[in-house]
């Protein structure tokens, strides 16, 4: 069998995979790991949803599996080191949620900021404006070029960091972000979004190092791994009140269990990562990875093909804007 389909995807995106290759759809198979892996013994190209783990173990049931295809965003289900020592490519698309992401951000913010409100000059708690704020970015994925644009129309000064960009990188300068060092960041930023991409190395990197230094009032809206936060610390600032509220969209399970640091806290919010699903995002995504597998499909058969475009007019990973850095 050449693809295993496991996560829904948009019909025309089916009808046109199901007129090149042999597929099975079986969103069943998320809830039974064993029958998963037993259907994964002939199989050349695999899409998974974020409810089923693709580790080492079940890629021993996948001798000729070389693709598998992520379309919601995360790949935190997949054991990526695995997969490289396979010789598996994991197929995302990079750009096809950014425009999605960065509405998203901008919405809590406003949320936050008019929700959780300050003591004025003159003593009233009142709402912010999202124009008077300088916005830190901490990480500069697709997602920060659309709120750099969205954000320079409400007036906001934005700075950023991410620890694989130089200071002299030409992506600071085209994006109109200004290049700081992360405790600068947290203690000049009113709000801060994290969307900061996940590697072991940067566990727990918010923590008791950088977030005491937090600018008083500050709230935090993230769509990153939830373990960039060190539980103990995060829950400290927001007790103290140094962090006014923070919005994550995503939280490692029993995080908020009675006993955890951030259980019971009530500026603390929560969403199921719903940041990057959108009619929309997820239409360029299932196109987007559709694709590439069509070609890696035609690379191991040893037949490339010269694209029909069949879709209705969405182009491949045109999230915001087919320039990327």
Not at 26 to 46: G, H, I, K, S, W
Not at 100 to 123: C, K, N, Q
Not at 224 to 235: P, Q, T, V
Request: charge should be negative; charged fraction near 20%; hydrophobic fraction near 45%.
């Amino acid at each position: 069998m050449d693809l295993l389909i496991i996560e829904p995807l948009e019909a025309e995106v089916m009808q046109w995979l199901d007129a090149r290759y042999s597929l099975r759809q079986a969103p069943e198979l998320a809830r039974d790991t064993r029958a998963f892996r037993q259907a994964l013994y002939n199989v050349r190209a695999l899409i998974l949803p974020p409810t089923v783990a693709l580790d080492a173990q079940a890629l021993h049931y996948a001798p000729v599996l070389r693709a598998v295809g992520r379309v919601s965003a995360g790949a935190e289900n997949i054991d990526l080191d695995a997969c490289a020592r396979a010789g598996i490519e994991v197929v995302r698309s990079q750009t096809a949620t950014a425009q999605a992401e960065a509405e998203f951000m901008i919405g809590a913010l406003l949320s936050l900021l008019r929700r959780v409100p300050v003591v004025g000059s003159d003593g009233m708690l009142v709402g912010r404006e999202l124009g008077a704020c300088t916005v830190g970015l901490i990480g500069m994925p697709p997602a920060a070029k659309a709120m750099a644009r969205m954000l320079s129309g409400f007036g906001s000064k934005l700075i950023g960091y991410d620890p694989s960009l130089h200071a002299s990188d030409s992506v600071w300068n085209r994006w109109q972000v200004g290049p700081v060092g992360l405790r600068e960041l947290l203690e000049q930023s009113d709000a801060v979004c994290v969307q900061l991409n996940y590697f072991s190395r940067y566990h727990g990197l918010l923590g008791e190092r950088f977030l005491p230094f937090c600018k008083p009032n500050q709230v935090i809206v993230s769509i990153a791994h939830s373990g960039l936060f060190d539980e103990k610390s995060l829950a400290d600032v927001l007790s103290s009140g140094r962090v006014s509220a923070v919005w994550l969209d995503s939280l490692e399970p029993g995080a908020l269990e009675p006993g955890r640091p951030l259980s019971g806290m009530d500026t603390l919010q929560i969403t199921p990562r719903v940041a990057s699903t959108t009619r929309e995002s997820r239409l360029r995504s299932s196109w987007a990875v559709a694709r590439r597998i069509d070609e890696l499909l035609a690379i191991t058969t040893g037949a490339p093909r010269e694209f029909r475009t069949t879709d209705p007019g969405v182009p491949l990973d045109a999230a915001v804007d087919p320039a990327l850095p």
